[in-house]
């Protein structure tokens, strides 16, 4: 048992010495992640500032730079449960409907009479025909607008429920229909969601649909519940409407397929404009935030092929004309075109400053939320509160640690002292393992680091028993000490592999908390088991071939 071969010698403390160089970024916690932040800037395409530039040089980069991410109880940052209003894309499906089932109606006029749309709820569409008889037909047409939707039960249903009842017929969508669009509007804004976090760089965010129509967000790092919410929850819908005139009066009289909206900017001034856009945000593929002509901040943006053209030929036609950008039904600029924009490029000004446009032209890029949301809860998590985190979970380890060095020196003299060593590695390892995951630490994380710190000692407890047995059986040092190595590994493997289970298991089904508790725990355990066993060995056999005593006490 002793004479272990060079080569795993130097395999067992190579294996140690990487998880040292691994986990040392995290002895410089905030030097390392300013130098992160500042490299994926600077990769990001950003000019570096002498700021980034001494940011970098921070660490010096043949070093590792990972980190283990700090999850929102140790960063701090904002939770919100935002719940998803299905019901706002029900409706607007519906709307979108009325003017193509008008026309198709007009067409059949000579059965049906005149149509008209009469006052419903929303997501309900009811049209009243003049000619109660041209009802049958009237529903007929309805009908044919309906497409076939694939459900899982079976069988390919209609995404419309139409019904006749005297002289109106009442549209909606059906219970099939409003399922799968429930299930793609939660997915479409998980994303979007996803991707507006994402945009400004924060680390390691929780994002999760819960339950029918509600998702969880959780960011560490960021500065308030209010922040996020106002990242997140705009809706950031962009169209470029022609612009019928200005106006002071909100109710001001406007034709069909006209509608007045207010100024973003100018308090009481309002523009009549076109409801039908010339381009929409959808056709956008770009947007930045940059300075006009007087270095005030605005958004450069950029449309694909289509919403390209369609801006180029508006332009040219329209010259001296004021053009409407609008963003969630407030117009937030309204310039004039001096001359044709050809190549589908622009600039949108307005009273922006700096944080502003840059939040826009986040927002624009990541798309709009297909329904807005409600916030049932928000919480902001400050700093000093994941700081007091910090505090306590590095007692609790500190605690935790004395007390098993203390314990394990009391129980087992030297051989206490060097369990104690292996104890020290393998925290060093987890912290290691856990950096090139990129796992992220919580509290409950914590509390398998500290949990595990007990059950690595328990291997070395069951060895040195083990060891005492056979001292006391009168077996020599060398023998001793092989015995218990040899017969105490199988009793070690079995216990701590259906803990490891136990890990995956939780892993598997849990989430959040749970999951950050069963990540530590079951790296704590592989890692545990190598520095109970091999370090241990390793480091007895160093002193036995040193030291050559006659006989041991354990």
Known sequence: ??????????????????????????AFYDRVEQHNDAVAEVEAGAVPTPEQEAAIAGWPGYLPSSLVNLGLDLRGGAHLLAEVQLADVYADRIDAMWPQLRDALRDARAEVGGVRRVASEPGVLQVQISNPEGLARAAEVARSLAQPIASMTGGNQSDLDVQAQGDTITIQLSQAERAATDQRTMLQSV????????????????????????ILIEVPGIGSAEELKSLIGTTAQLTFNPVINRTNDANAPVEPGQEV?????EPGVFYVVQTTPVVTGEQLVDAQPAFDQNNRPAVNFRFNGSGGRAFGDYTAQNIG????????NQVISAPVINSAIPGGSGIITGNFNVEGSTELAVLLRAGALPAGMNFLEERTIGPELGQDS??????????????????MIACYGWFGVLANV????????????????????????IA???????????????????????????????????????????AIIDANVTTLLTAIVMF???????????????????????????????????????????????
């Open 321 to 328: 004309r004021p053009f409407a950008i609008v963003l969630d």
């Open 422 to 445: 292996a104890l020290a590695v393998n925290v060093i390892a987890i912290l290691a393992i856990l950096s090139l995951l990129g796992a992220t630490l919580t509290l409950p994380g």
């Open 508 to 554: 598997s089904f849990g989430s959040g908390a749970i999951r950050g508790f069963a990540v530590t725990l079951g790296v704590g355990i592989l890692t545990s088991m190598f520095t109970s066993v091999f370090v241990t060995r390793s480091l007895i056999a160093t002193w036995y071939a040193i030291r050559r005593p006659k006989k041991i006490v354990v």
């Open 1 to 26: 048992m002793l004479q272990i071969p060079l080569w795993k010698r130097i395999i067992i403390w190579a294996l140690c010495l990487v998880a040292v160089i691994i986990a040392l970024p995290n």
């Open 390 to 407: 910090i505090d306590a979970g590095r007692m609790a380890s500190i605690v935790g640690m004395v007390a098993v060095v203390v314990f």
């Open 448 to 490: 398998g680091i500290v949990l595990t710190m007990g059950m690595a000692v328990d291997a070395n407890v069951l060895i040195y028993e083990r060891v005492r047995e056979e001292l006391r059986a009168g077996r020599g040092a060398v023998r001793a000490l092989d015995e218990g190595f040899s017969k105490a590994l199988s």
């Open 191 to 214: 994303e979007i969601v996803r991707r507006r976090v994402d945009e400004v760089g924060t680390r390691e965010p929780t994002i999760q649909r819960q339950g029918d129509d509600r």
């Open 261 to 265: 909206l207010p100024s973003q900017d």
